[in-house]
């Protein structure tokens, strides 16, 4: 008889990404599975490489200006150059309050025909919808360079079952 075949969860996937420069060719590929109406939620810590992901899913996605660490500026809209959906990019770091402030940003209004992807947004916005994809960086222990990094991506909700994040490991 056959040992059952292991649990898979196909709405997971866990990389490791060995730069910077991967780590903007993941955000290039992912962006390629991602659409309008779609949440991504980034975690791990300060200089994790949230934003240098989020550059290559700007790449990605075709749109107009470069993605940075905002100093004042909490969300940013980045149009498309074609006829893509535009990407929001929020980072929540300075944001010292809860849901209040991050309702003033009405993302609500703006998921729909968005791509949204939230630095530091945990426990600030899962209510925003039910379909997310939450990525977290880790850097490796004992990782002499420095540049080794652990990424885990969940896909929550239906519209995660039918996407395959292993394609991104290839
Ligand atoms: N594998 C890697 N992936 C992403 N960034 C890396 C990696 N290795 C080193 N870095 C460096 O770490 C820093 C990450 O910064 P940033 O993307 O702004 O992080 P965060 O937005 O999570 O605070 C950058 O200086 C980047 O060059
Ligand atoms: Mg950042």
């Not at 949440?39 to 290559?56: F, I, N, P």
């Not at 470069?66 to 498309?80: D, E, G, L, W």
């Not at 600030?124 to 960086?137: K, Y």
Request: no cysteine.
């Amino acid at each position: 008889m056959e040992a059952p075949a292991a649990p898979h969860n196909p709405a997971e996937t866990e990389l490791i990404v060995h730069s910077p420069e991967q780590m903007r060719d993941l955000g290039r590929r992912l962006a390629k599975l991602l659409r309008a109406g779609d949440l991504v939620m980034l975690s791990g810590e300060l200089g994790a490489g949230k934003t240098t992901l989020t550059r290559g899913l700007g790449e990605g996605l075709g749109v107009r200006g470069a993605v940075t660490s905002p100093t004042f500026v909490i969300a940013r809209v980045h149009p498309s150059l074609g006829d893509g959906p535009p990407l929001l990019h929020v980072d929540a770091y300075r944001l010292g309050g809860g849901l209040d402030e991050m309702e003033d940003l009405d993302l609500d209004v703006s998921l729909p025909e968005s791509v949204v992807v939230v630095e530091w947004g945990e426990g600030r916005l899962e209510e925003l919808t039910e379909d997310r994809l939450h990525v977290t960086i880790h850097r490796a222990v004992g990782d002499t360079t420095d540049e080794v990094r652990h990424v885990t991506l969940t896909g929550v909700g239906e519209r995660w079952t039918a996407v395959d994040l292993g394609s991104l490991s290839a």
